[in-house]
């Protein structure tokens, strides 16, 4: 059984795809070209910005708060640094 949930996983990936062919934010699609360059693999990059999306969408369901544009693209420039990595809750 894997570690984590593989219907999560499609959905966020799916995200990450319709950001990257719309070019919206066009971040993503920077931050993924970026990583791919640095050596991470197509599959860990995508991983690795489902975490920053992972944070958002968290932010949004558990504290009721809209989409933080800045925060997102914050954490798509710090990657591979995950953003919940200094969190302290």
Known sequence: MPK???RLQKTIFDVIDN?????????TRETFNRLVR??????ETR???GC???VE??????????????RF???LTRLPELPFDDEEE
């Open 4 to 6: 984590y949930n593989p």
């Open 19 to 27: 950001q990257i062919k719309g070019n919206d934010p066009p971040e």
């Open 38 to 43: 640095e050596g991470h693999s197509k599959t």
């Open 47 to 49: 991983k690795l910005i």
């Open 52 to 54: 920053a999306i992972a």
């Open 57 to 70: 969408l968290y932010d949004i369901m558990k504290h009721q708060k809209p989409f933080d544009r800045e």
């Open 73 to 75: 693209v914050g954490n």
